[in-house]
């Protein structure tokens, strides 16, 4: 059962335009979620988070939606540099008291310079 | 200042050997997480310690796996006679004290082929 989906494998943007990755969960109860980042080889690297008592969070490019009503999340960044190139994970938190992360399935994103 | 170091960063191994895969975590990190990683899939959780005590193990898969922090700092994750199945990255992270809010760091992994 996946609580936390990723329907998108693959994602190509141009250079200097938006990207947008979307990420859809089940559980009602998760109440904090997070991007993470991962080139190859590398552990994946954190981005930008966002309680559920929010529906916006902005840092720099990266801004985060949270719906709580279609229980859905967005990561839109903005510009797109070819930097930006990697898998991103979302992930979801909350369920339990170890605060333990599911995770997505993951989107590769490619940006083309 | 250093982040999360895992050793090695690759292991091969022959079914039904024994593995033990180590973490070092951020220095004055309390909690610490250990999550596997298939090929296509998100990381997946495997146990949370919090000091030396597991607090959670409900992701370990069965019995052949089994993870220590006897000091509350470096942990290793040991895997009895191994699978072909248990081939995957295994992935460590820390965070300060376990909290909500409390971004979780990732090392590198460790890369695990059973042949």
């Known amino acids: 059962d996946q609580q936390v989906k990723q329907n998108s494998p693959s994602l190509s943007v141009q250079e200097g335009r938006i990207s947008i990755l979307n990420c859809d969960y089940t559980n009602s109860m998760f109440d904090y979620f997070l991007w993470y980042k991962k080139y190859p080889a590398e552990g994946p690297t954190f981005l930008i988070s966002i309680s559920s008592i929010k529906d916006k969070n902005e840092d720099g490019r990266f801004t985060v939606f949270l719906n709580k009503s279609a229980k859905h999340l967005s990561l839109h960044i903005v510009p797109s540099q070819p930097g930006d190139s990697a898998v991103y994970f979302c992930a979801a938190s909350g369920t339990s008291g170890t605060y333990k992360y599911i995770f997505g399935t993951g989107t590769r994103l490619k940006v083309l310079a | 200042g250093a982040g999360v170091s895992q050793t090695p960063s690759n292991k091969v191994t022959e079914k039904g050997k024994y593995v033990e895969l180590r973490c070092d975590p951020i220095?004055?990190?309390?909690?610490l997480y250990w999550y596997r990683q298939s090929l296509g899939q998100g990381p997946e959780f495997l146990i949370y310690f919090q000091g030396t005590g597991a607090a959670d193990d409900s992701g370990l898969p069965n019995d052949r796996f089994f993870a220590v922090r006897p000091e509350g700092s470096v942990s290793t994750l040991k895997i009895q006679r191994t699978e072909r199945g248990d081939s995957a990255v295994y992935l460590c992270?820390?965070?300060?004290?376990?909290?909500?809010?409390?971004?979780?760091?990732f090392g590198p992994g460790t890369r695990l082929t059973v042949l």
């Open positions: 992270a820390s965070s300060p004290r376990g909290g909500m809010t409390d971004t979780q760091y």
């Open positions: 220095s004055g990190h309390t909690a």
